[in-house]
């Protein structure tokens, strides 16, 4: 393993029509379609392709797309807004 690189596991164990599970150590986590848009219309491999940068932030390097644990677990506070 190379200096800095996370030992803990991250996985991708199912996706739907309305979204994606993610199990983060021995949690799930699951990230709906309706508050997260930008992976349904992904390949699945570019969502099973997820990082693990800290504790609390994901990243899908071929989506560009990074993500906090607090994001996921409370959408409704990160409300999406396009200018």
């Not at 930008?38 to 969502?47: G, P």
């Not at 906090?68 to 396009?82: A, H, K, R």
């Amino acid at each position: 393993m190379k200096a800095g690189e996370s030992t803990l596991e991250i996985e991708v164990t199912n996706i739907s029509e309305h979204g994606f599970w993610v199990m983060l150590d021995e949690k799930e986590y699951f990230l709906p379609f309706k508050y997260f848009p930008w992976f349904k219309s992904a390949r699945i491999t570019d969502i099973s392709e997820v990082e693990r940068f800290s504790d609390n932030h994901l990243y899908w390097k071929k989506l560009d797309i990074d993500l906090t644990l607090d994001m996921i677990e409370s959408p409704e506070n990160y409300p999406l807004v396009s200018r």
